[in-house]
């Protein structure tokens, strides 16, 4: 019998966006939860901020959580790398990251001059390594570096890894589209952490459903049209999984430990039916076995 490696699953912040840092420790370990992702730097203006800077008191009390608990950080998130000097943020990030225990920080390519956008992740993969962060790109739909080639490209050439997300995965139209899966099997050392959400089939019709699809209105895994099982059989065993499917309507519904629950009850079947995929040799979507 061929043994399964533990995988460690993990809550990302996005999922429960408005609970602070160690509320959302809490409600992961209830949840069964080994790690959480952390929102270290507001994405747009509305969202809340979390202090999470080396001496906060929330910072503390998010340490003092992990503690009790056993659940870890792996990673911090999110950079949109937009052609400015962003160093001070991602500094700050990385100081923060370090101070949680996380070994990655997720960025985005916002640039569309890739020569300097190369220049830009180079020069952040350089720093992470006094903090022991390395920048992970994760491509998205409707960003200049939408596709996983695109990001493995830069990735390599940097230094640095990438984060594959389901549903940007699943929503790349155009150049690159055609070739996602063999991308995912091409460039699986490159990805240290893989998210995971559903959605329909149908792609929102606009670049501004995309977002709002992205950020507010993702479906539990397993609970969808994209096909899950067949890319954590892509890739390889015991790689961790992160639960990143926000629901604003889900959340207040079921509340922050019942959308939690939900959420690691969805993965876990996810799992399940890749490890039997792998069991029986059933070609995935990308032929692989």
């Known amino acids: 019998m061929t043994h399964t490696p533990p995988r ?3 809550l990302a912040q996005l999922s429960l966006l408005n609970t602070a840092p160690p509320d959302l420790v809490g409600i992961a370990a209830q949840a069964g939860f080994d790690f959480i992702g952390v929102r270290v730097r507001p994405v747009t203006p509305t969202e809340r901020p979390y202090d999470l800077q080396p001496g906060s ?4 009390e998010a340490l003092a959580r992990m503690q009790d608990t056993g659940v870890t950080v792996r990673d911090i998130e999110f950079l949109l790398l937009d052609g400015s000097d962003q160093r001070d943020a991602w500094l700050r990030m990385m100081e923060a990251g370090q101070a949680l225990g996380a ?3 997720t960025v985005a390519g916002g640039d569309p001059d890739a020569g300097r956008l190369l220049t830009t992740l180079s020069s952040m993969t350089e720093d992470g390594r006094d903090f022991g962060i390395t920048p992970t790109l994760e491509a998205i739909s409707y960003q ?4 996983i080639a695109q990001a493995a490209d830069l990735a390599r050439r940097a230094g640095c890894n990438i984060v594959v997300d389901t549903l940007h995965f699943n929503r790349l139209v155009g150049a690159g589209a055609a070739g996602q899966w063999d991308a995912l099997r091409a460039h699986a050392a490159l990805v240290p952490l893989l998210q ?4 329909p089939a149908e792609r929102p019709a ?4 995309l977002i709002t699809e992205s950020r507010s209105e993702r479906e539990v895994p397993g609970e969808g049209a994209f096909g899950l099982a067949e890319v954590v059989a892509a890739l ?3 790689l961790p999984v992160s639960a990143e499917a926000p629901s604003d309507r889900r959340a207040a519904d079921l509340g922050e430990l019942g959308w939690a629950r939900r959420l690691r009850a969805g993965v876990d079947a996810v799992l399940a039916k890749a490890d039997a995929l792998r069991e029986s040799g059933t070609p995935t979507k990308a032929g692989v076995r």
């Open 8 to 10: 460690p699953v993990g």
């Open 57 to 60: 008191p929330m910072l503390r």
């Open 103 to 105: 070994s990655s920080i």
């Open 144 to 147: 200049p570096v939408a596709s």
């Open 196 to 199: 995971l959400c559903d959605g």
């Open 206 to 209: 606009s670049r501004d459903a």
């Open 236 to 238: 390889p065993d015991g």
